[in-house]
């Protein structure tokens, strides 16, 4: 092979001097800097323990997110009114697969394995997003999920394509454009839907009163019930807390549903001039943890789907991995 010529060193008859490993507080110091300076931390860097954790705590529930995000509007692909509207479906759908595996994959870059994630979803012991619990009653779910869901979910994760560690930064830009279609095809259906019958717009506004409040909470706690986002901004993982990412998603929104002809059901939602920003109502989060929880109107269906789709699925897994043990030692007896 010629390429081994390349493998010489230059020095070749020197004597080289091991690289002596640096101490702990050495690798902090320069992971420090590195963060401080804005700098991206990439897998073969040193990293502390906790920072390893975090990364692979947040970004594995956002790939369960991702993956367990493809039921509640999987539910309508069979009885989507259209064709255009099907193939629509079909391909976000997918996408959001793509999503959950790229994902993985940038988890499996922190040394964490994927039958390890996908063993902490089954068993319950992972989170997934609180949203993807309630149920998706009439078409009018699906668009209101592209517009609202996926609206909150790009305003989450834009400023994660920033976030310092590499392979997650550069997942999300990827995810964020594909979302950013996701959302304005959410939005399109209600466009039409509303110049409708007016059954179909009681349908849009009926979703847009079941959704509205789960968006909200989507962002996560109030910063200050919030245990992990003070060290996660330092980290430069979170760039901007969930409060406000809330705000920004309230503030962009409301002059989308006043385009729609929608009422957002929020009594106290009204223009701060002081603030510069919408004020809004409570949010309920007893609720909301009570669906983290696991006691949400769907999380066992949810749970038992994905459970089932890993045990139905095992056969391909199998059949990949004898394909590949195949391809390997065809490769070793043409190279011997
Ligand atoms: N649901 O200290 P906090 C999507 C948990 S999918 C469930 O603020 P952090 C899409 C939180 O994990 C959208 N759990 O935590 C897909 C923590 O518990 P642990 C998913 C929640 O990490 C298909 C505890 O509450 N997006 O886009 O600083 C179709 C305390 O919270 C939720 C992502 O995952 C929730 N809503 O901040 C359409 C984005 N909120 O882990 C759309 C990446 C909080 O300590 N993740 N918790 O046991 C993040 O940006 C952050 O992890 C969060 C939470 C903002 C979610």
Redesign the pocket.
């Known amino acids: 092979m010629y390429t081994q010529s390349f493998n010489v060193p230059d020095d070749a008859g020197k004597t080289v001097q091991p690289l002596k490993a640096a101490e702990p507080a050495e690798l902090q110091a320069r992971f420090d800097e590195r963060i401080d300076a804005d700098g991206r931390i990439e897998p073969q860097d040193w990293m502390p323990e906790a920072y390893r954790k975090t990364l692979v ?2 970004i594995s ?2 790939a369960h ?2 993956i367990v ?2 039921l509640p ?1 999987g539910n309508w692909i069979s009885r989507a009114p259209s064709l255009k509207r099907k193939a629509i479906l079909i391909a976000k759908v997918q996408d ?1 697969g793509g ?1 959950g595996l790229y994902l993985y994959s940038a988890a499996e870059t922190l040394g964490t394995g994927r039958d390890q994630m996908l063993d902490a979803l089954h068993t319950g012991k992972a ?5 993807f619990n309630y149920p998706t009653l009439t078409w009018a779910d699906v668009g209101v ?1 592209g517009w609202l ?2 609206g909150a ?1 790009i305003m ?2 834009i400023p ?1 394509c920033r976030c310092s560690y590499g392979p997650y930064a550069r997942a999300m830009v990827r995810v964020c454009k594909e ?1 950013s279609f ?1 959302q304005r095809q959410g939005y399109e259906a209600l466009l039409v839907m509303m110049q409708g019958t007016q059954a179909q717009k009681d349908m849009v506004q009926d979703a847009v009163n079941r959704w509205w409040w789960k968006c909200l ?5 109030p910063d200050a019930d ?4 003070a060290q ?1 901004m330092r980290w430069g993982i ?1 760039r901007i807390s ?1 409060d406000d990412l809330r705000q920004k998603f309230v503030d962009a929104t409301v002059p989308q549903a006043q385009v729609l002809g929608v009422t957002l059901p929020d009594p106290d939602l009204k223009w701060n001039e002081a603030r510069g920003h919408y004020d809004y109502g409570q949010i309920d989060w007893d609720e909301f943890w009570a669906t ?1 929880n696991g006691h949400g109107p769907c999380n066992h269906e949810r749970l038992a789907t994905r459970v089932k789709a890993h045990h139905d699925g095992q056969w391909v897994r199998d059949a990949a991995l004898a394909h590949a043990r195949k391809q390997q030692q065809r490769a070793l007896k043409e190279a011997a």
Do not use: C, T, W
Not at 127 to 131: D, H, M, V
Not at 217 to 221: C, E, K, L, N, S
Not at 226 to 229: A, F, T
């Open positions: 705590r947040q529930q956002h997110s991702e995000g493809m509007e959001e999503h989170k997934y997003s609180s949203i999920i869901v996926d979910a989450n994760q994660l979302e996701h909470a989507m962002f996560g706690p919030s245990p992990n986002s996660g979170k969930n983290v």
